[in-house]
């Protein structure tokens, strides 16, 4: 198969576009797999779109389409079989929906979009195909910058929406934003002014599907309370379960229940110990280790299995040993780890497998001890609402920091720790994702017994985030949200990070300072659009940005 391109996450080779193989770990023939996929995501929302407009509205489509998405999103899924298993049933979704939309008096010769009608089951066909469908397709770099911003949007918003699902919770006005903004990146006739008000669209319904899956999560496992999270281990064999999706969580739990077997969160189900539904679960003891790129070391001492609910999978060295220790489910999925298969007919998963695995295992290594405290979601805050306010009125607060988003692996990264730690006293950093373990184990202290970091939970959870500041806007009376004491200082990684960031911009905040660097898929033309209409701006040195955030 051919070369790759690929620009979508922050890792990027040279800050410009992995073109052999992924930073991340991505072979080329996957990458290329994953753009015929959303190719082919786009001819069925080409057909979706109309029958909708039609009043055929099509549950399997709306969950086909938003499955596939996130398939593709950085660090999910390496697994070539699973996208060729995965483009075959692309195609036959198409078709289907295709003469549906014939028997309903479509007329099919109205769309020209190629991925309405490609089809191939050979393989070197498809492997070929799949090189001629990428970024690169469109010529005009403004136009695949908006094109490309808007779709790394929708993948963060499937993300969302597929956790929500899961749980129970839909809403149809997602779906059919995400098959229209689809279609819409396709439409040759499409001004910059008209691709812009796109991405800015698709910030607005990332608020709504992160709104979505907070009253999903909180529905199912109570708000998140202030929580003390235990760091080290007890002598059991255990699972570490990693992702996001707390519906696994959820049954794992339940199935762990009476086995021996212990259950520990790792980087981003560290939020899952906020939730008051899993603490009466004995065996569920606590987080082991640290962010998702520390998994070639923690994986190693943990010694039992580990679950992989999402994305966040770093492939394995040829040295390790605990590969054949790793499960996947949903989304994910790497080539030799044996995947749990999806919920079916109302069922519950079956991680019976790992169970049994775990119990042959030792018990993991203390790797420390000491406990972080966390669970800082917007209801929670809202209950301190009053100790806040006196604290920035009396002056006890001086800023609070939004430092949220996704951690990486690459040594600048470090600027984040160096931030946190040279923050002045006065100040309260506000975060939720991955980036916090920058310095969530730091010893910043409190403010009158508000803890200096505040951590509201997972990357969706950045819109606890918003609705604080919301929240803050309305008790001081201020005219605009850019008027509080608030400073944007967000790390980003992938494109779950990327929607957060366009649902934020959706909602009027402006000043945004994004890093270690600014995405490679920001043609000039486009960042210079943000920089003046929004005010986004990378980073420098911790000295500098400190200078500038507190005057």
Request: hydrophobic share 40%.
């Amino acid at each position: 198969m051919s070369n790759m391109f690929c620009y979508q996450c922050q890792e990027t080779a040279k800050n410009s576009g992995c073109t052999i193989k992924g930073v991340c770990g991505k072979s080329a023939d996957v990458a290329n797999l994953q753009d015929l996929l959303v190719f082919l995501c786009k001819g069925i929302s080409h057909f979706s779109v109309r029958l909708r407009d039609m009043g055929v509205e099509s549950a399997e489509v709306n969950k086909f389409v938003t499955d596939s998405l996130f398939m593709t999103i950085t660090n999910a899924n390496f697994d070539r079989d699973r996208f060729v298993t995965r483009v075959n049933e692309a195609i036959d979704m198409r078709d289907s929906v295709r003469n549906l939309f014939i028997s309903k008096g479509g007329k099919v010769e109205e769309i020209t979009f190629e991925g309405a009608y490609w089809s191939s089951r050979d393989i070197s066909v498809m492997e070929q195909k799949a090189t001629e469908v990428g970024v690169l397709t469109t010529e005009n770099e403004d136009v695949r910058s908006l094109r490309e911003l808007t779709i790394y949007g929708l993948k963060g918003m499937a993300a969302y929406a597929e956790h929500a699902f899961n749980l129970g919770f839909e809403q149809a006005d997602i779906y059919s934003f995400m098959q229209k903004a689809l279609v819409d990146t396709t439409d040759d006739t499409l001004s910059a002014d008209q691709l812009t008000a796109l991405v800015l669209e698709t910030g607005a319904h990332g608020v709504k599907v992160m709104a979505l899956l907070d009253k999903a999560n909180t529905t199912a496992y109570g708000n998140p309370e202030i929580t003390k999270v235990n760091l080290g281990v007890r002598n059991n064999p255990a699972i570490l379960i990693s992702g996001h999706d707390l519906k696994d969580m959820e049954e794992l739990l339940k199935q762990t229940e009476g086995t021996g077997v212990d259950v520990y969160t790792h980087s981003e189900m560290l939020p899952a110990n906020y939730y008051p539904a899993f603490k009466k679960y004995s065996q569920f003891v606590g987080n082991y280790g640290s962010s998702w790129w520390r998994q070639t070391q923690d994986f190693e001492t943990f010694n039992g299995p580990v679950l992989f609910t999402t994305n966040c999978i770093v492939p394995p060295k040829s040295s390790a040993t605990y590969s054949n220790r790793i499960y996947t489910t949903g989304a994910s999925g790497f080539p030799g780890f044996i995947h749990i298969k999806d919920r079916k007919d109302g069922k519950t998963k079956d991680f019976s497998a790992i169970i049994e695995h775990a119990k042959r295992c030792a018990s993991p290594t203390e790797i420390e001890t000491g406990e972080i405290i966390g669970g800082f979601a917007h209801a929670q805050v809202f209950a301190l609402a009053d100790k806040i306010v006196d604290a920035v009125k009396s002056g006890a607060i001086r800023k609070f920091f939004v430092m949220a988003g996704c951690d990486g692996r690459m040594k600048d990264r470090n600027y984040y720790t160096e931030f946190a730690e040279a923050l002045p006293k006065d100040t309260v950093i506000l975060t939720a994702g991955c980036a916090k373990y920058r310095y969530n184990k730091l010893p910043l202290g409190d403010i009158g017994g508000i803890p200096r970091v505040l951590d509201a939970g997972q990357c969706n959870d950045s819109y606890s985030l918003a609705v604080i500041a919301l929240k803050l806007k309305e008790i001081f009376n201020a005219n605009d949200i850019n008027d509080l004491p608030i400073a944007y200082n967000i790390a980003w990684y992938e494109q779950k990070a990327v929607i957060v960031l366009l649902a934020l911009l959706s909602l009027g905040v402006k000043n945004i300072h994004l890093g270690p660097t600014l995405p490679a898929f920001l043609s000039p033309n486009v960042a210079e659009v943000l920089v003046k209409n929004f005010g986004i701006a990378g980073i420098k040195s911790v000295d500098e940005d400190m200078k500038l955030f507190l005057g």
